[in-house]
């Protein structure tokens, strides 16, 4: 009996093993089905990275076409100088809505605190105020007090004896005001604490109003940029450029070319450099906002349609009106710029 048993082995043992071969079979089934998962997840991303390389490259083919093609070197050229304007026209409208948000953000934090230091103040002009009078109360139930305590030990015989109690008791109710007053005082002092101590409030959000003069400073901006460029035909072209891809558009032969670019350096500069069109700003979003209507009275964007009129506004104060929707049409991401 011993001996087959230990060739069979112990049953127990041999069920033991076979369930743990079970499960290492099993978790290695598992291992084996994330690995295929995560294999079929590389090979499709190496298969979309593929797809992506051959179209970069197509279009690099595609640009080394036209470079060597002399009849187009200047038109890509001219391309790219055109849609780098319309990057420059993007970042210069997204600058200006940055700046003027925080601006009013600041202006209007500023008051908010200013109000909440003048609340904070005569609270705390009110607590101390408070506290002196307890102080000045206490003072004078001491030197009361201090009278007391002179009368009991200046008293002696029949006087003493009969008015010893009463004295004794007025010292005693003194005692107590006194103690009373100073609780008063140490809370008071907790709350003047509590009062210096008080957070300032957090930057409150911009109401719808505040969301619309904000909108309507930011196309008149963009108004006057498209002004500024649209005498060359710029701003449509740029446009145009960031649309469609290189070898999409002709713009002639070297001559048009170089005076395309020409101009576009030249209204760049001049644009950079102006300064002081801040109450033409003022003027052209005031008229912007006489036409603008909004879909629901909570709409901070208007409705494209009825802001299609742009504002010029001469040195002499002439407005002269060219009809252009510039939100409509998505000039310079105004869309996403815009306060919503």
């Not at 304007?85 to 200006?96: A, D, I, Y």
């Not at 629901?296 to 009129?309: E, K, L, Q």
Request: aromatic share 6%.
């Amino acid at each position: 009996m011993t001996s087959l048993a230990a060739i069979l082995g112990r049953p127990g043992r041999e069920s033991d093993r076979l369930l743990k071969l079970y499960r290492n079979r099993a978790e290695l089934k598992k291992r084996f089905a994330g690995l295929r998962k995560e294999q079929f997840r590389l090979k499709s991303r190496i298969k979309k990275q593929e797809g992506a390389t051959a179209r970069v490259q197509k279009k690099l083919d595609y640009l080394e076409e036209l470079l060597n093609d002399p009849e187009w070197v200047f038109n890509v050229a001219t391309h790219y100088q055109l849609r780098n304007l319309n990057l420059h026209c993007e970042s210069k409208v997204e600058n200006f809505a940055e700046h003027l948000k925080k601006q009013v953000e600041q202006r209007q934090h500023n008051q908010l605190l200013s109000g909440w230091n003048e609340q904070r103040a005569e609270e705390t002009a009110s607590i101390e105020r408070s506290i002196g009078e307890q102080r000045s109360q206490v003072q004078k139930l001491e030197d009361q007090l201090m009278v007391e305590q002179r009368r009991l030990l200046s008293m002696s015989g029949l006087f003493k004896f009969y008015r010893r109690r009463s004295v004794t008791a007025n010292i005693s109710n003194l005692s107590a005001t006194i103690h009373s007053v100073q609780r008063v005082e140490e809370e008071l002092l907790l709350q003047h604490d509590e009062v210096q101590n008080r957070n300032p409030p957090d930057t409150e959000g911009l109401d719808i109003p505040t969301k619309r003069m904000i909108n309507f400073m930011i196309l008149a901006f963009a108004q006057q940029l498209y002004l500024h460029l649209s005498g060359d035909d710029l701003a449509g072209m740029a446009k145009e450029a960031a649309e469609k891809s290189v070898g999409k558009i002709n713009y002639g032969g070297k001559e048009e070319c170089d005076g395309i670019v020409s101009r576009v350096v030249k209204r760049v500069s001049s644009f950079d450099k102006a300064t002081d069109f801040a109450d033409t700003l003022q003027q052209c979003a005031k008229l912007i906002a006489k036409q603008a209507q909004f879909q629901n009275d909570d709409d901070a964007i208007p409705v494209s349609s009825t802001i299609s009129t742009v504002f010029g506004i001469n040195d002499k104060g002439v407005i002269k009106t060219k009809d252009a929707n510039l939100l409509g049409e998505d000039y310079w991401n105004l869309a996403t710029v815009l306060s919503g």
